[in-house]
T-cell receptor, first 112, second 114 residues
Framework: DQQVKQNSPSLSVQEGRISILNCDYTNSMFDYFLWYKKYPAEGPTFLISISSIKDKNEDGRFTVFLNKSAKHLSLHIVPSQPGDSAVYFCAAGMEYGNKLVFGAGTILRVKS | EAGVAQSPRYKIIEKRQSVAFWCNPISGHATLYWYQQILGQGPKLLIQFQNNGVVDDSQLPKDRFSAERLKGVDSTLKIQPAKLEDSAVYLC????????????FGQGTRLTVV
């Protein structure tokens, strides 16, 4: 039972353009959502999060949008940089930082 | 601030052998997690500790996997006997309990069972 889905296995974007990574979830009890970035041979690193009481959270070039009615969230990276090339995981939980359920990840390639 | 430390980084064993992984969380983090990440999939929670007590081990294959966190700090995850399908990256993470805090991950141990 995949409660968190990232339907795009990969995404390729030109440097300077916007990258949009999508995530869908099925469990309406989830109330916290996080994005992690992972480089090869490293563990995932926390990027940005959003609580279900918000619909947007911004941190520099990274913005996460949450649409609770659609059970959908997205991560926008503007402008995209080559160093952003990594695997991005969406995660959801019912208590912040605990019992996270991860999506399968999206490989982002930013071309220079 | 020192991150989550894991060892070994890589391990190759034959099926039916046993293996153990070690994790040292970030100082002060009461919550510790072990995740299994199979190639092409997202991390899957195996077990979660709060101090030295188990909070969730519902997805831990208890017939072959065991984990402990003595003294509420370091943790070990053991597989005995290993199967081919156990080949994965085993990730340890830690966090402060509850509140507005994210989990910090170690680099992981890549296990290959042949």
């Amino acid at each position: 039972d995949q409660q968190v889905k990232q339907n795009s296995p990969s995404l390729s974007v030109q440097e300077g353009r916007i990258s949009i990574l999508n995530c869908d979830y099925t469990n309406s009890m989830f109330d916290y959502f996080l994005w992690y970035k992972k480089y090869p041979a490293e563990g995932p690193t926390f990027l940005i999060s959003i609580s279900s009481i918000k619909d947007k959270n911004e941190d520099g070039r990274f913005t996460v949008f949450l649409n609770k009615s659609a059970k959908h969230l997205s991560l926008h990276i503007v402008p995209s940089q080559p160093g952003d090339s990594a695997v991005y995981f969406c995660a959801a939980g019912m208590e912040y930082g605990n019992k996270l359920v991860f999506g399968a990840g999206t490989i982002l390639r930013v071309k220079s | 601030e020192a991150g989550v430390a894991q060892s070994p980084r890589y391990k190759i064993i034959e099926k039916r052998q046993s293996v153990a992984f070690w994790c040292n969380p970030i100082s002060g983090h009461a919550t510790l997690y072990w995740y299994q990440q199979i190639l092409g999939q997202g991390p899957k929670l195996l077990i979660q500790f709060q101090n030295n007590g188990v909070v969730d081990d519902s997805q831990l294959p208890k017939d072959r996997f065991s984990a402990e966190r003595l003294k509420g700090v370091d943790s070990t995850l053991k597989i005995q006997p290993a199967k081919l399908e156990d080949s994965a990256v085993y990730l340890c993470a830690s966090s402060f309990p509850g509140g507005d805090t994210e989990a910090f991950f170690g680099q992981g141990t890549r296990l290959t069972v042949v």
